[in-house]
């Protein structure tokens, strides 16, 4: 369902009105049903996932005190301890709880694994790099087979693997980018191509597919704006503009609000910036971003009027009347 949307259709009170009307809801139900939350979490839950990250930093913390003076693989061989505890641990709740449907228990078995696969990641991160191997190497070791794994686990997971899987291709894309040493323009290209890839990723809709939308969008945001760099040429700012004003319009043809605000703003600081390179005088370039601004305006006026002109009229359906018994 969703929240908010910038089509011409009815709210979710008005579409209970006609519900009311023909009898197949009482009001004291539709008014229950339009008061009632979308998203709801328990607040056992939330007090429960607070509790257990206090619990993480005081175990951190205590830990990371009394380490402090010992060798880094015997580091590494209490997290890889820890991990395979904490992992059994994971495992075994979300098998328990799957069998009894049991939803809250998956979860919680779901966010310990994410905190023992975090422990392994550490530990195997300090073995490799004890080996005097380069740090982008170090990555790729961790997270290619991360990504396999985590990809294995799309189907039987609710989160955890889905998430897994966006650390585990940003880790990826960085180390290539690295490896590679490519300069800042085409640093800036594949990370937006990056963000691409995990924006498509979420369109398959997998578990929590919140996650690669979210991070795909804000990586192509932020990288092909990384393009924009000092001195650089006014026809680089088309790249970052385009991305950004693609966006733009798949977050308005699918009322994706989050979407438009970050790619708005994305649209606004990038035409400044290519008017800006490109036009010496400050009067032309305000009147330039003026008229593109003007444009944006009209182009949403003239996407209302046709859509009202498409839909049915309220007369139109209110002349259709059913047959008398």
Not at 137 to 151: K, N
Not at 195 to 202: K, P, V, Y
Not at 213 to 220: E, I, S
Request: hydrophobic share 55%; charged share 15%; glycine share 8%.
């Amino acid at each position: 369902m969703a929240l908010v949307s910038f089509q011409d259709r009815k709210s979710f009170g008005e579409q209970l009105d006609p519900l009311v009307a023909d009898g197949r809801l009482t009001r004291a139900e539709a008014d229950d049903l339009e008061i009632a939350p979308r998203i709801f979490i328990p607040l056992r839950e939330v007090l429960g996932s607070l509790g257990g990250l206090v619990i993480l930093v005081g175990v951190v913390w205590t830990t990371t005190a009394a380490l402090e003076d010992a060798s880094p693989m015997s580091i590494a061989a209490l997290l890889y301890i820890a991990a395979a505890i904490v992992l059994s641990l994971a495992f075994w709740m979300q098998v328990r709880f799957a069998r009894a449907d049991n939803v809250l228990g998956r979860r919680g078995g779901e966010v310990i694994e994410l905190l023992g696969s975090a422990a392994l990641v550490a530990a195997v991160a300090i073995t490799l790099n004890e080996q005097n191997l380069r740090g982008e190497h170090v990555v790729l070791w961790i997270a290619v087979p991360g990504l396999v794994w985590s990809f294995l686990r799309l189907e039987r997971s609710m989160f955890a693997a889905t998430i897994a899987s966006c650390v585990s291709w940003i880790a990826v894309v960085a180390a290539s980018v690295s490896l590679l040493d490519a300069g800042d323009s085409w640093t800036a290209v594949i990370f937006t191509l990056g963000g691409f890839m995990l924006f498509a990723f979420s369109l398959s809709e997998p578990p929590f597919s919140f996650a690669p939308h979210a991070v795909g969008v804000l990586t192509m945001i932020f990288s092909s704006n990384g393009i924009n760099g000092a001195d650089r040429s006014a026809w680089l700012t088309l790249f970052p503009l385009a991305v950004a004003a693609l966006l733009f319009l798949y977050g308005a043809a699918g009322s994706r609000l989050e979407v438009m605000l970050v790619s708005g703003i994305a649209v606004t600081v990038d035409v400044g910036i290519l008017v800006g390179r490109s036009i010496e005088s400050d009067v032309v370039s305000g009147l330039v971003v003026t008229a593109v601004g003007a444009a944006l305006l009209a182009a949403s006026i003239y996407t209302v009027t046709s859509s009202r002109r498409s839909s049915p009229t309220s007369s139109s359906s209110a002349s259709i009347r059913t047959s008398p018994s």
